[in-house]
């Protein structure tokens, strides 16, 4: 897709270039100057495929980069109750983007408070019986909410009457855009294809117009987002793609290329442990023929192959009947006991695996022709001979063969019974994306996290080491408690390579011999010869320009109702309220342009707070040292 430049000069002769450049940031600035309007600029006219136009508004033009358009591609509405949590929040949602909801959520729990990615939900009206739920999506792409501990949600904050009178309400703009942007957030991550162009309110209802972006393509899983889902495989693909290219090759080659540089690689090491039931059919099946197979007990299978009906087999003097079934292994290492139970037959009968006679009644007939003795033998014979298959049955499949002679008529059965292991299969592996840097000698460890612990900082040790972590992990019956030194590891390697130092002769000749008034120049030709040369030099007026952007800082006030593992942070305080502070920048006329309850603080001019930050960021620093347990009494 191609567009015309968004900036068309139309300045007149007669401006200056100080003029022209003043303009263009003005009118740039008019376009670009926040998120709103930078958002109802480009960004919500892009989506729409509605015309755009150029800074200085002399041309337009229609993009297309969606690939399909909805009018709201989700809505959410939200009404609190008299206790002040939210009783209904519906939320629902054009998936296939045809102009109609065809996905609908009923949140079935009462919303006591709004997390940036999530909502808690306590005891109506308090903040008793808490409980967090996070938005996600299932397999299918739906939006579900599952049940986390508060710790894996943020900027959590309470709504309900337990931290103040009609609080939803009353910033009932605010809470919709919190729940509408978690949901967003959501939908978003596991769809890379969706864009969102605005949202709208409307009194308890958000709605949000999106379009379908980036590719178009009726899956979910965009090779251009491959890398966000797996950053480690990254480096590979770039190698491989340099290998093949002749520019990258050719800067490889160069000075710059075989010189020096330093570079930051980050990996992970984790522990991965996956624990799954196991039932007797995951270790032993039946996959074609025989008579019958059922499940015996919790842990054993029965097999029969064969004929069973009285004389159902006719011989003629001596016929040979044979009956097949396929046993299918998969992990033969659980195969505990099988055997064959029992036989029952008329007259003679081998039992075969895979083609090969591992047993025979009466003993003696291990041939493929007749047997041995006489073919009818006058009765009905039932054995138990207990005999042990198991040798013979590895993973894979196993044809198992019953072969009767019968002399005039007869039968035949064989009962096979599996007695398996079907304790939980536990698989353990270590994923190490840090092998590589660990083994270069160029590479050194900069910085290292252990399940949220920082042991290493700027190439130094903290001293610090996480204690062993016990998590629970498996399905139903297998679900057990593990502990382990680490789960995962986040690790930041500092790599270098050698730079040869570029040639400075020719720079320290030019600062040596140049004047304010006389430019002089020294260059080596190409066969090796050096001139010299001084031409005039005059630097252009620089103009003035402002000591600084004129802004101004304001305050509003806010009820503090943040919530922590611990409960309200304003319960906790002498004052539940407090202020946000705020920084706008002043107009053309130098007026601070104050926002829905804000109060001047700090009139329009040169402001500078860094102290106060640097206190701040200190007071944040100094805080979280204190909190750090140690089995030292401070």
């Known amino acids: 897709m191609s567009v015309p430049a968004l900036w068309v000069a139309t300045s007149a002769p007669a401006q200056t270039v100080e003029d022209r450049a003043r303009g263009?940031?003005?009118?740039?600035?008019?376009?670009?100057?926040?998120?709103?309007?930078?958002?109802?600029?480009?960004?919500?006219?892009?989506?729409?495929g509605q015309p755009i136009t150029t800074v200085d508004g002399s041309k337009s033009f229609n993009p297309s980069i969606a690939c399909q358009k909805t009018s709201t591609l989700l809505e959410l509405l939200a009404q609190p109750g008299s206790t002040g949590d939210l009783t209904t929040l519906r939320i629902s949602r054009d998936r296939n983007m045809d102009g109609g909801f065809d996905e609908t959520l009923n949140v079935p729990v009462p919303v006591s408070g709004i997390c940036a990615n999530?909502?808690?939900?306590?005891?109506?009206?308090?903040?008793?019986?808490?409980?967090?739920?996070?938005?996600?999506?299932?397999?299918?792409?739906?939006?579900?909410?599952?049940?986390?501990?508060?710790?894996?949600?943020?900027?959590?904050?309470?709504?309900?009457?337990?931290?103040?009178?009609?609080?939803?309400?009353?910033?009932?703009?605010?809470?919709?855009?919190?729940?509408?942007?978690?949901?967003?957030?959501?939908?978003?991550?596991?769809?890379?294809?969706?864009?969102?162009?605005?949202?709208?309110?409307?009194?308890?209802?958000?709605?949000?117009?999106?379009?379908?972006?980036?590719?178009?393509?009726?899956?979910?899983n965009l090779a251009v987002t491959a890398y966000r889902d797996n950053p480690s495989a990254l480096g590979g693909a770039a190698f491989a793609a340099s290998a093949g290219n002749s520019v990258f090759q050719s800067l490889v080659a160069s000075p710059a290329g075989i010189g020096k540089a330093a570079t930051s690689r980050t990996c992970t090491i984790k522990r991965d442990v996956t624990i799954r039931e196991v039932r007797p059919d995951d270790v032993i099946q039946l996959t074609s023929g025989g008579y019958s197979a059922f499940t015996e007990s919790a842990d054993s299978l029965i097999f029969q192959v064969g004929a069973p009906w009285d004389n159902s087999l006719y011989g003629g003097g001596c016929g040979m009947f044979d009956f097949r079934m396929t046993l299918h292994i998969d992990d033969a290492t659980?195969?505990?006991?099988?055997?064959?139970?029992?036989?029952?037959?008329?007259?003679?009968?081998?039992?075969?695996?895979?083609?090969?006679?591992?047993?025979?009644?009466?003993?003696?007939?291990?041939?493929?022709?007749?047997?041995?003795?006489?073919?009818?033998?006058?009765?009905?014979?039932?054995?138990?001979?207990?005999?042990?298959?198991?040798?013979?049955?590895?993973n894979g499949d196993h044809e198992i063969w019953?072969?009767?002679?019968?002399?005039?008529?007869?039968?035949?059965?064989?009962?096979?019974?599996?007695?398996?292991?079907?304790?939980?299969?536990?698989?353990?592996?270590?994923?190490?994306?840090?092998?590589?840097?660990?083994?270069?000698?160029?590479?050194?460890?900069?910085?290292?996290?252990?399940?949220?612990?920082?042991?290493?900082?700027?190439?130094?040790?903290?001293?610090?080491?996480?204690?062993?972590?016990?998590?629970?992990?498996?399905?139903?019956?297998?679900?057990?408690?593990?502990?382990?030194?680490?789960?995962?590891?986040?690790?930041?390697?500092?790599?270098?390579?050698?730079?040869?130092?570029?040639?400075?002769?020719?720079?320290?000749?030019?600062?040596?011999?140049?004047?304010?008034?006389?430019?002089?120049?020294?260059?080596?030709?190409?066969?090796?010869?050096v001139s010299t040369s001084t031409r005039s030099f005059a630097l252009p007026d620089r103009g003035t320009v402002n000591a600084c952007e004129a802004i101004c800082k304001t305050r509003a006030p806010k009820a503090n109702s943040d919530v922590a593992v611990d409960g309200v942070v304003g319960e906790r305080q002498n004052s539940p309220s407090g202020w946000d502070t705020f920084y706008h920048a002043c107009n053309a006329s130098n007026v601070c342009p104050l926002g829905p309850d804000e109060e001047l603080v700090t009139g329009c001019g040169c402001l500078d707070d860094f102290p106060e930050a640097i206190v701040m960021m200190q007071t944040v620093r100094l805080g979280g040292a204190d909190l750090i347990c140690t089995a030292t009494a401070r």
């Not at 000698?441 to 001293?463: A, K, M």
């Open 24 to 48: 263009a940031a003005d009118a740039s600035r008019g376009k670009t100057s926040d998120s709103d309007t930078l958002q109802g600029t480009y960004l919500t006219p892009g989506l729409a």
């Open 118 to 220: 999530g909502l808690v939900s306590c005891e109506p009206g308090s903040w008793n019986g808490c409980r967090a739920f996070r938005w996600d999506t299932n397999p299918a792409g739906d939006l579900a909410l599952n049940e986390v501990g508060l710790t894996q949600l943020a900027g959590c904050y309470c709504i309900n009457n337990s931290c103040g009178t009609n609080l939803a309400w009353a910033n009932m703009a605010s809470v919709l855009k919190d729940l509408g942007g978690g949901v967003i957030g959501t939908l978003t991550t596991a769809d890379s294809r969706l864009g969102v162009a605005q949202a709208a309110i409307d009194g308890p209802v958000i709605r949000y117009t999106g379009a379908q972006t980036t590719a178009c393509t009726s899956e979910p």
């Open 334 to 394: 659980r195969l505990r006991d099988v055997r064959v139970a029992s036989l029952a037959f008329d007259d003679w009968v081998q039992i075969r695996v895979d083609g090969k006679v591992v047993m025979s009644d009466p003993g003696g007939w291990t041939g493929d022709g007749y047997p041995p003795g006489g073919c009818e033998r006058n009765a009905n014979w039932y054995s138990a001979p207990n005999f042990d298959l198991k040798p013979w049955l590895t």
């Open 402 to 529: 019953l072969r009767v002679a019968v002399g005039d008529k007869g039968e035949a059965l064989a009962t096979i019974r599996a007695i398996v292991d079907t304790s939980c299969d536990i698989q353990e592996s270590v994923a190490d994306s840090c092998m590589g840097n660990a083994g270069d000698p160029s590479c050194s460890l900069e910085d290292e996290l252990i399940d949220g612990v920082q042991t290493f900082r700027n190439g130094v040790g903290t001293g610090l080491r996480p204690l062993p972590q016990t998590r629970a992990i498996g399905p139903g019956t297998c679900r057990t408690n593990m502990t382990r030194d680490f789960w995962q590891k986040d690790r930041r390697y500092q790599c270098t390579a050698s730079i040869a130092p570029p040639s400075l002769e020719r720079s320290a000749y030019i600062i040596d011999h140049s004047t304010e008034t006389l430019l002089a120049d020294r260059q080596k030709k190409a066969d090796g010869t």
